[in-house]
RNA sequence: GCCUGGGUGGCGGAACUGGUAGACGCAAGGGACUUAAAAUCCCUCGGAGAUAAUCUCUGUACGAGUUCAAUUCUCGUCCCAGGUACCA
């Protein structure tokens, strides 16, 4: 037999078996529970890396605990398919996008199926599939007629280089992720959906998702962002208009010297119109909308604008006060105009300072005494109202809603919420995605493609531009359309096709019923399957695409198409794994594998030799070339070992540096389990298991043999369903491997022996999540039939958890003296009795008086002796 | 700036609601087996200082506090990572 486990051989043989039983084919079953695993489908990019095996590592070890646990597991696989970089790629080799994708779906198949992973490969789905996308355009449809998608003019990100609109993630610091070009805003007609009208719903469920983690839904409240407060109108002097702003601090009304509108309100053209002013506002409108508004360039810029001319009315003082156009407010939050309250804002301080513009305290903390003309900054927090008429010596805070029904009786305000998050912009200028199915028509306006014309299908022919912009406006015959609706032969369909985070909003349900013909998703399949019980993926999706299935649900459970609106019930967010990058001077950055020491132990190119820099250590990725490639891993050790290692590494939801040092502890745990069955088989076959109670072994050995293996069960059992710490679990089984070693086989009684069968029968079953190959090789050499995926998950006797000696920790004020050992059943007073007893206690507390003794009994006994 | 996390040996990481700090593993050193190597097995391994086994002091980023007892709780400081950013 062999001394060691030869994965080349083992595991192709189980992956044919499964295959061939067809194991991990899943059935809609009534009686059964379900429980719908999924880990997030990766984009097709050609290779699987480290990220995606230690993220489908996780998930399939769930998944194969939950199957043996009795549960009717579904666990579903697919591809995000539509996306950038197929185009980009497709460009760079001369090939088509479907080519290059279908190409890379097919060879990661093939990397996850070497991997063991245990999916239900019927249930396999694209998203560049018309059977996938036509339901997708069929929702469009339906929510443009339902008027929660609707098309407006608006900013975009616009990469001059690659001819496109960019996703918000896309755009790095203000550049380009793929070819570093500086983004621009460019105005454009876009379809929206409209998020934000789940806005304070999307809020209030972030605190009623217990299986989330906090950090997520804290990103998630943060990025909806509600702010309470009030909106107040400004009447402007000499005309019968108001100029409406939103504030969150009512309180300080009084205190508003001066106004500022965004540069693109639309009353800043208006209002300076024919004033001394209005060469002046325009010059700054067209420089501010010349300038970088992003983050970066932002902070470069100092706050400045430009006297419209105009004046409004302070509704609180009725005094006239000045309108300025300022770069630091944006149009698209609140209303676009603030009231300047330079006292208690440090932006507008820092601008009435500049601008020479009077300064009025109005909020007070006890034991200060501001002046507008000396203050050095705002005082943002509170305090006591002062300045302000009749409202003197009220507490700022109570002063926000009493100030807000005064202005709301003379018809000046009112309360209201404002949100952050923005319609969620879906338009995109790319070839390789969903085509939005509308039709523009001369006559008619935008007109919904008809049901029955569905899908509209991609060209497929199309070639792609070299610069880059989509080919779908230069093709005649995907444009020309008839008016479904006046029938006029000169409409044209819509060219945008749909941001890719679309199809990863609901991809989920079709899982459920993937050949669906009918509709979106079997709605029987949907109510048995759905929501998702466990979803994992990386933290990087926190926001965007976690936040898009969230609406998602939410919209069609409004369409009254599911009854629940919360896609994921538990989620975890594992690690992103990282490795330092490695750059050469003349060919940018490198692969690991491109880089080699030379004779002086430095590190150089392989290409060019010159030196290579070490960069700083980040999440892997194939721009930044520092991946790894699991293949000589798998190739080396195996899928098992693969897997094994990348658990014991960390727990899942920890960032994890790669480092490749450890994996040879994870191949020598395995083969010693190798061989410790191996022995048993051959030393004691035909012993049955022990399954007694702990306290009908006869010798001791055995005894703490059989509790350890109990308490194994226990422990890994507890760390798998509860808190997926599979490191522990892991460190766990290879404390009763080592115990096991530490047995001779050869000279023990029969009824350790039976003990002995115990606990390799269950490390088996333990293990068979992780290194399922492996167990079930090691499982039919013990003689077993079937898989062991057929095995219920061992049980642990409750009665043999406790050993029947207990250590006993004395300390002496709290620091560790002595260790003693006695019977678990030894009351309080006996402990107390031993421990001051104790020959080393004794040389501390001996001529001493005692001023208290502690004894506490919980998972440790514990005696403090206080002198 | 604000919001989250986090800081434990040479390294990855343990320590569940405060109760033996460093489980498990890697690396390192020593030993056994072997003609030799690999593989395997055994021992040592936070720091400092004494010793015949062993013992004492010290130690979880830093400084305070609460407690019989703090890696764990509270306050303050520093550093790192992620998110977000002129949000009124």
Redesign the pocket.
Known sequence: ME??YQPQSVEPKWQKYWRENRSFKVKQEASKEKYYLLEMFPYPSGKIHIGHVRNYTIGDVVVRYKRMKGFNVIHPMGWDAFGMPAENAAIDNNTHPAAWTYENISSMREQLKKMGFSYDWDREIATCHPEYYKWEQWLFLKMLEKKMAYRKESYVNWCEKCQTVLA??QVEQDRCWRCSQTVHQKKLWQWFFKITDFAEDLLVYCDKLPGW???VT??Q???I?K?V??ELKFKIHGKDEDIV??????DTVFGATFM?L?PEHPLVESLSKGSDQEELVLRFVKKISSQE???E????????GVFTGAFCINPATSEKIPVYT????????????????PA?????F?FARKYNLEIIPVVQPEGEEFDGRTMEEAYTGEGKIINSGEFNGLDSKDAMDIMTDWLEKKGRGKKTI???LRDWGISRQRYWGTPIPVIHCPDCGVVPVPQADLPIKLPEEANLLEKGGSPLPTLDYFIKATCPQCKREDAKRDTDTMDTFVESSWYYLRYCSPRYEKGMFDPDAVKYWAPVDQYIGG??H???HLLYSRYFMRVLNSLGMIDFKEPFTRLLTQ??VCKETMTCPEHGYLFPEQARKNEQGRLECTICNRDVEVG????MSKSKKNVVDPNELLEQYGADVTRLFCL????P?????W?E?????????V??VW?LTIDCIEKMNGVKPYRGAASDLLSSQAKDLYIKANQTIKKVS??IDQ?F?F??A??????L??NL??VDLDSIADEQKKVIVFCIENIILLLSPITPHFCEELFLRMGKKGSVLEQPWPLYRDDSLKTDEI?I?V?V???????LTMGADSDETLIEEAALADE?IQ??IKDKTL??V?V?R?????V?I?I
Request: net charge positive; with cysteine.
């Open positions: 001394e060691r918000n993630e983690p906090d950090k804290t990103m409240k943060n990025w962002g702010s407060g009030s702003v939103f504030t969150t601090r009512p500022c965004a508004r992003s983050a360039g932002l902070e470069k810029y100092e706050k400045e300022a770069n630091f407010v944006l149009m698209e939050y609140g209303t676009g105009a603030i009231m300047s309250v208690g804002d440090q932006r507008d820092d404002s949100f952050r933290v990087e926190a926001v965007l690690g992103m700083r250590v980040i999440k014991f590494a960390a727990p939801e920890r960032d994890l540096e480092n040092d450890g994996v040879e502890g994870s191949n020598r745990f083969n010693r061989r507890d760390d808190s710490h490191n522990t892991i460190s766990a089984v290879m404390e491997v080592n070693y530490a250590i920790v300390q004020n709290g620091k560790l003296r002595a260790k080393k040389k501390y001023k208290k502690i506490i919980k998972k440790q006994t514990l403090n206080v």
